[in-house]
């Protein structure tokens, strides 16, 4: 693989170029009204110079760090999700004509992307998403055609916000394997610049057309000081440790009670989450009749209706469907697909309106578990010779 190199601002606008000379639409963070959203850019001046954000729990506001920074910010408020796996696709069309009902299988929209500024956390999901839509025998075919075509360079999160804990899930601030390439935004006594990594052939194959200078030991240097600062300020720790055991072994708790009285059940945790990938079918006709839509729209399983089943809904309360939530992020998703279902971009803290903190509820978990000394395990310690057989999950 190619060495980093650096470049400076007319180089990042060079790499922007290339990209969208080679077909790519690109894709950045840009400033809308008053979030940082993922929108086409066309110059490096699209992107948000000197803004920064402040995400607590039930609160998303910009600000202006006063500098020059062009990533100085935490998560935006979608991640890629959107782009590869909308939340609205049509799936068919069919019309009915005078001879015969005629259907079409939508075509695919064909426009190759290239993610600019995707966060460790991000990239993790994406990842996800890949196993889950891609990597199974019956893939999404409209997701897999978009990520494949897709070009992602991953950006290091210098300035974590107050809900993220993406160190504690292993997922940032550094991003981890799969972007094609890796930028460091760096902002000290040597200037205003941006220490590029190849992560893949691809990725070198662009950074080759990309003029830039070899990275410098100084440059390395100043990279690693971004990621031992941001790991030192992240917002929020989840202690991992027996995670799936606890939430198993919190099957009957009282506390998803009390979150209930809290929850809104408004879904914005399951919207904004880059992992979330439920989905329900709505068919659609025009007036007359005679012209049919079929589309795929996101769902969420804090809905009654996702619980539906033959005989009516399985999960009728609010504490039933935040159980499934948290226990299939952090417990069940383990065993369905060997990994966790959350990557610690803390959206779902900064989006709900009634400022429920996955963190804060996984703590009131751990120390009811202690308190009642089910398992030590879910207090916090390791796995012990004799511990008590970890429960089944819970029917729903
Ligand atoms: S946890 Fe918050 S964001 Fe999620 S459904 Fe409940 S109120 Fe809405
Ligand atoms: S569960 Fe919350 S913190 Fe975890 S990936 Fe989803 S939105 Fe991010």
Redesign the pocket.
């Known amino acids: 693989m190619a060495d980093a190199v650096i470049l400076d601002l007319p180089g990042l606008q060079t790499l922007i170029d290339v990209l969208r000379t080679r077909g790519h639409h690109v894709l950045g963070p840009v400033q809308r009204d008053s979030a940082l959203v993922l929108a086409e850019i066309d110059t490096v001046a699209d992107l948000p110079r000197g803004v920064g954000d402040r995400q607590e729990p039930g609160t998303y506001r910009t600000r202006d760090r006063g500098d020059e920074a062009l990533f100085g910010f935490a998560a935006t408020a979608q991640a890629a999700k959107p782009v590869l796996f909308p939340p609205d696709e049509l799936l068919w069309t069919g019309a009915r004509t005078d001879t015969a009902d005629v259907t079409a299988q939508q075509a695919m929209d064909t426009g190759k992307v290239a993610l600019l500024g995707v966060r460790g956390?991000d990239l993790a999901?994406i990842g996800i998403q890949d196993t889950i839509l891609a990597g199974r025998a019956a893939i999404d075919v409209h997701y897999t055609e978009r990520r494949s075509a897709a070009f992602l360079i991953a950006v290091t999160c210098g300035t974590p916000a107050g809900t993220c804990f993406c160190a504690s899930m292993g997922t940032g601030p550094k991003p981890g394997a799969g972007a094609d390439l890796t930028l460091t935004e760096l902002l000290d006594d040597a200037g205003h610049r941006f220490l590029v990594e190849p992560g893949t052939p691809a990725g070198a194959e662009v950074l080759a057309d990309v003029p830039g200078a070899q990275a410098t030991a100084a440059d390395l240097a100043a990279a690693a000081a971004v990621v031992t600062d941001a790991t030192a300020t992240m917002g929020r720790h989840l202690p991992t440790e027996g995670l799936r055991d606890l939430l198993y072994a919190s099957a009957e708790s009282p506390h998803w009670e009390d979150v209930a009285q809290r929850c809104l059940a408004c879904t914005n945790?399951t919207l904004?989450?880059?992992?979330?990938f439920c989905t329900s079918v709505e068919d659609v006709s025009d007036l007359s009749g005679d012209i049919d839509e079929r589309h795929r729209v996101w769902d969420s399983c804090f809905t009654m209706e996702y619980s539906q089943l033959h005989g009516g809904a399985v999960r009728t309360s609010t504490s039933a469907r935040y159980r499934q939530w948290l226990t299939h992020?952090l417990a069940s998703w383990t065993d369905q697909f060997g990994m966790s279902g959350?990557?610690?971009?803390?959206?779902?803290?900064t989006w709900c309106p009634a400022a429920i903190d996955?963190t804060a509820e996984v703590g009131a978990l751990r120390d009811e578990a202690a308190h009642r000394g089910a398992d030590p395990r879910a207090a916090g310690g390791g796995r012990h010779p004799g511990a008590a057989a970890v429960p089944t999950p819970p029917e729903h």
Do not use: D, N, Q
Not at 272 to 276: A, I, Y
Not at 343 to 349: N, S, T
């Open positions: 956390c999901a945790c904004v989450c880059p992992t979330c992020k959350c990557v610690g971009c803390g959206r779902c803290v996955l």
